[in-house]
């Protein structure tokens, strides 16, 4: 193993442990986040270092740190990190982990996170998504891909 393997290697278990201990601190007042409440000082600082631990993961990253999380925490962490890889996370994850995540989001969530994947993307991740997604994805691409 390389020397830069080895320091990707330990700054992801120290990304890990560190999302582990935000997200486990944050989890108390995930009621607030989710109504756009105002939290108090100290959380305020330890949602602002998890998204930006957050925006800095690539999406096979990202899935393995959700892999790593328990429930809660794990759900906590999908809703704070940016949308605009949610369909390659989904990807990444396994099909439990992938259960999960599907089930905490909205339908146009979901259609936003498929939406920008190719067609083989969307077979794969088709027979886990609810039939509304996959017709409204299905109906946006072209007769070709459709086919």
């Given amino acids: 193993m390389s020397a830069s393997d080895s320091n990707y290697i330990n700054r992801q278990?120290?990304?890990?442990g560190q999302i582990h201990d935000l997200a486990?601190?944050?989890?108390?007042?995930?009621?607030?986040l989710l109504a756009k409440e105002a939290i108090d000082e100290q959380?305020?600082?330890?949602l602002t270092?998890?998204?930006?631990i957050?925006?800095?993961?690539?999406?096979?990253?990202?899935?393995?740190?959700?892999?790593?999380?328990?429930?809660?925490?794990?759900?906590?962490?999908?809703?704070?990190?940016?949308?605009?890889d949610d369909g390659e996370i989904l990807l990444e994850v396994s099909d439990a982990v992938r259960e999960t995540l599907i089930e905490a989001m909205g339908t146009h969530e979901l259609i936003a996170a498929v939406e920008?994947?190719?067609?083989d993307e969307l077979a794969h991740l088709a027979p886990d998504l609810p039939q509304d997604v996959v017709s409204a994805t299905?109906?946006?691409?072209?007769?070709e891909e459709r086919a």
């Avoid at 486990?24 to 009621?31: D, I, K």
């Avoid at 957050?54 to 940016?82: C, G, I, N, T, Y």
């Avoid at 299905?138 to 007769?143: A, I, K, T, V």
């Fill in 13 to 16: 278990q120290l990304d890990i």
């Fill in 54 to 84: 957050l925006q800095d993961l690539h999406p096979a990253d990202m899935a393995s740190v959700l892999e790593s999380l328990p429930l809660q925490e794990r759900v906590l962490v999908w809703r704070l990190a940016e949308s605009e």
């Fill in 24 to 32: 486990e601190s944050l989890l108390h007042v995930y009621g607030n």
């Fill in 116 to 119: 920008d994947l190719d067609v």
């Fill in 138 to 143: 299905l109906s946006n691409l072209d007769e």
């Fill in 43 to 46: 959380h305020e600082r330890e």
């Fill in 49 to 52: 270092q998890l998204q930006s």
